[in-house]
């Protein structure tokens, strides 16, 4: 149990759909993180919010919409993705923004046909 | 070439054999994570450190500020071990961003 919790674990979806990964955690963190890890290559970071505020955008495609409704939950929103958009998805979370320890949720495998 | 380098990429290894896995970054840096990464996707932090060296059961992680290296090591390894260990660096710039390594595909073999 790391405390940070994503859904789904697995998600196979179509070009044209519309889904969103959920993540939530139960540590009283003020900043959460979606990180996209796809194969062979090192974690990019996607987006940061702190206190619900979204302070990071690493030039993510708009394809791909953040929603922090509250400190405890994170969301992503997918629609048209492309089959390259294909990664593990991972939520982290930390106590502040310059917090040095992350806190790691177990992921959710996109696959997009 | 990225900020932050590990090797090697793919390591087979022996249960009980003595495993090191080197981590290099180019930037400055005020700590340096070592995680884990089961196949499952989940990660979890081993180690932060920012000098000198830290043990936990099987696990050291060493640092050398002046050579900018880090090793992660693991001793008496065992099937359990199998995992992708990924070395990130804190940078010490204003953004402080963590900047990941690529990983590090570790097989323990009974």
């Known amino acids: 149990e790391t405390g940070v919790t994503q859904t789904p674990r697995h998600l196979v979806m179509g070009m044209t759909n519309k889904k969103s990964l959920k993540c939530e955690q139960h540590?009283?963190?003020?900043?959460m993180y979606w990180y996209k890890q796809s194969a062979k290559k090192p974690l990019e970071l996607m987006f940061v919010?702190?206190?619900?505020?979204?302070?990071e955008n690493n030039s993510v495609p708009s394809r791909f919409s953040p929603e922090c409704p509250n400190s405890s939950h994170l969301f992503l929103h997918l629609h048209t993705l492309q089959p390259e958009d294909s990664a593990l998805y991972l939520c982290?979370?930390?106590?502040?923004?310059?917090?040095?320890?992350?806190?790691f949720g177990n992921g959710t495998r996109l696959t997009v046909t | 070439k990225n900020e932050v380098e590990q090797s090697p990429q793919n390591l087979t290894a022996q249960e009980g054999e003595f495993i090191t896995i080197n981590c290099s970054y180019s930037?400055?840096?005020?700590?340096l994570h070592w995680l884990q990464q089961h196949p499952g996707g989940g990660i979890v932090s081993l180690f932060m450190l920012s000098s000198g060296k830290k043990k936990h059961g099987r696990l050291i992680a060493t640092i050398n500020i002046q050579e900018k290296h880090s090793s992660l090591h693991i001793t008496a390894s065992h099937p359990r071990d199998s995992a992708v260990y990924i070395c990130?660096?804190?940078?010490?710039?204003?953004?402080?961003?963590?900047?990941f390594g690529q990983g590090t595909t570790l097989q323990v073999k009974p």
């Open positions: 919010y702190s206190l619900e505020e979204r302070v």
């Open positions: 982290a979370s930390s106590q502040h923004r310059d917090s040095r320890a992350l806190h």
């Open positions: 990130a660096a804190l940078s010490s710039s204003n953004t402080g961003k963590l900047i």
């Open positions: 930037v400055g840096i005020s700590a």
């Open positions: 540590l009283g963190h003020n900043a």
